[in-house]
C-alpha cells in the first residue's frame, strides 16, 4: 500500500488506476475488518458457551450428588424401620410361643388326668396365649410389606391355624373353664404346628442379620 501511496504522490498512476486502488484497497480492509470481528465474537460465543455448558454439568452434578444423598438417608431410614419391625415380629413370636408352650404343657397334663382347666392359672394361662396371638397376628398383618413372600406364606399360615384354634376354643370371655375337648383341640393345633416355628423363628433372624450386615456359620 506504501507503494501506491508513493506512486499516486509522484504522479506515476493514472485516475482511473488510482480510483480502482484506492477501492480494492478499502474493500479488503473491510473484509479484514468484518472478518477480524466475525472471528472476535465467534470466540467470545464459544467461551461463552463453554463456561454455560460447565455451569450446567456442574450444577447437574451437584444435583445428582444431592439426589444420591437423600437417596441414600431414605434407604438408611427404610432399612432402620425394617430392622426395628423385623425385631418387633420376632419379639412377638417368642412371646407367644412361650405362652403355647406352657399351656401346652398344662392341658396334656389335664387331658391325660381327664380334669377341666378350671383352675386360674390354666384361665390365665389361655387368656394370656390369646392376647399374645392376637398381639403377633395385627403386628405382622400391619406390617405384612416389609417381609419376604417366604416368610409371609408360613407365617401367615401359622397364625391362621393357632388363632382358629384360639378363638374357637378358647375364648375365655364365655367360659369360667376349659374343657377337654377344648385343651385336646388346642394340644392337637398346637402338635400340628410347632415344628414349623423354629424355620419360621430362623428365618426371621436371618431377615434381620442381612440388614445389619451381620452373618453366621
Known amino acids: 500500500m506504501n507503494?501506491?501511496?508513493?506512486?499516486?504522490?509522484?504522479?506515476?498512476?493514472?485516475?482511473?488506476?488510482?480510483?480502482?486502488?484506492?477501492?480494492?484497497?478499502?474493500?479488503?480492509?473491510?473484509?479484514?475488518?468484518?472478518?477480524?470481528?466475525?472471528?472476535?465474537?465467534?470466540?467470545?460465543?464459544?467461551?461463552?458457551?463453554?463456561?454455560?455448558?460447565?455451569?450446567?454439568?456442574?450444577?447437574?452434578?451437584?444435583?445428582?450428588?444431592?439426589?444420591?444423598?437423600?437417596?441414600?438417608?431414605?434407604?438408611?431410614?427404610?432399612?432402620?424401620?425394617?430392622?426395628?419391625?423385623?425385631?418387633?415380629?420376632?419379639?412377638?413370636?417368642?412371646?407367644?410361643v412361650r405362652h403355647m408352650e406352657h399351656c401346652a404343657v398344662a392341658y396334656e397334663i389335664n387331658v391325660r388326668c381327664e380334669v377341666p382347666a378350671e383352675q386360674q392359672r390354666d384361665i390365665a394361662a389361655a387368656k394370656n396365649v390369646v392376647e399374645s396371638l392376637r398381639d403377633l397376628d395385627e403386628f405382622f398383618h400391619i406390617h405384612e410389606i416389609y417381609f419376604d413372600q417366604s416368610l409371609c406364606d408360613q407365617l401367615s399360615k401359622l397364625l391362621s391355624s393357632l388363632t382358629h384354634a384360639t378363638c374357637q376354643h378358647l375364648s375365655i370371655g364365655q367360659h369360667v373353664q376349659l374343657t377337654l375337648e377344648e385343651q385336646a383341640e388346642f394340644l392337637k393345633t398346637y402338635n400340628d404346628v410347632k415344628e414349623d416355628i423354629p424355620t419360621i423363628e430362623k428365618q426371621i433372624r436371618q431377615a434381620f442379620r442381612q440388614i445389619l450386615a451381620v452373618t453366621t456359620e
Open 3 to 96: 507503494t501506491v501511496l508513493s506512486a499516486i504522490l509522484s504522479g506515476g498512476l493514472t485516475g482511473c488506476t488510482v480510483v480502482f486502488l484506492l477501492r480494492s484497497w478499502i474493500t479488503e480492509r473491510l473484509q479484514q475488518s468484518i472478518q477480524h470481528e466475525y472471528q472476535t465474537k465467534l470466540e467470545t460465543h464459544k467461551n461463552d458457551l463453554q463456561k454455560e455448558t460447565s455451569r450446567e454439568i456442574e450444577e447437574l452434578r451437584t444435583h445428582m450428588q444431592i439426589l444420591a444423598r437423600q437417596t441414600e438417608i431414605t434407604f438408611a431410614a427404610l432399612h432402620a424401620k425394617r430392622a426395628k419391625i423385623i425385631a418387633g415380629l420376632f419379639e412377638r413370636l417368642v412371646r407367644a
